[in-house]
């Protein structure tokens, strides 16, 4: 899975990046346990992870029964049935995500963008220390397909990402793109994806540096906070401005 570099990399490491938690969300369209092209990617990462002492979990957001729309629960908003909360509870808890997602026309997946609706919903809520819920978290994407447009879907993803309070590192990108047209993926036998050294470069730096930043900010007790309190500017906290109420 992983070569030399990648190896020993990970044994000569001095962090201790025990008491990470990370989550990928595939974004693929099959269903498990369909081949994901995606997932040759995740493997590559979540190696490097776990041989870190990163707790590492990967699902498929369309493995479930998830509502569209954009707030937190919607079966309380005309839904029969919404499956995200439950995995809204794993987003929580985790200290990085990455997204994945392979290309269709030239962008990520309809289930990648329908687990950023829903993660938006989410995005007003309040963390302890009053911030916007995911101050504090780690994210990177991750991105394969037989088209152009990695660097598109980065660029979106990474931003909705950073909009919602995501904190994110250099680098937090990695992509495979096969010839354009039909032809093997990423998985397939003679695709060179697994081979391709830009790729597996770029995968091994994203990981890298979504651990490091993760593990600033968890050893710093998250974002600092100040200017950034929804709590207090809702209470009429001006920052750097006086307030009686908040001497």
Request: contains cysteine.
């Amino acid at each position: 899975m992983l070569n030399d570099l990648q190896e020993s990399w990970c044994d000569q490491k001095t962090w201790d990046f025990s008491g990470l938690k990370a989550l990928f969300l595939n974004c693929t369209l099959k269903p498990s346990p369909g081949l994901s092209h995606t997932q040759g990617l995740i493997d590559i990462s979540r190696a490097i992870m776990e041989k870190s002492g990163v707790g590492v979990e990967v699902l498929r957001p369309v493995d479930y029964d998830i509502a569209y729309g954009v707030y937190p629960d919607m079966t309380e908003h005309g839904w029969e049935t919404d499956a995200w909360p439950e995995i809204y509870a794993k987003v929580e808890a985790a200290d990085i995500l990455v997204l994945t997602t392979p290309i269709w026309l030239g962008e990520k997946s309809s289930v990648c963008t329908k687990v950023i609706e829903r993660l938006y919903a989410s995005s007003s809520d309040l963390n302890e220390a009053g911030q916007y819920a995911y101050y504090g978290k780690v994210g990177g994407c991750l991105v394969t397909g037989n088209e152009d447009g990695a660097k598109h879907c980065s660029m979106n993803i990474l931003y909705s990402l950073q909009h919602l309070g995501y904190s994110i590192p250099p680098q937090a990108d990695a992509a495979w793109l096969g010839e354009a047209g039909p032809g093997p993926s990423y998985m397939d036998e003679g695709s060179g994806g697994p081979e391709n050294d830009f790729t597996n470069r770029n995968t091994t730096f994203l990981t890298w540096n979504v651990m490091h930043l993760a593990r600033l900010l968890k050893d710093a007790g998250g974002f600092p906070v100040h200017g950034n309190q929804r709590s207090l500017w809702d209470a009429g906290c001006r920052f750097d401005y006086p307030n009686p109420e908040y001497r």
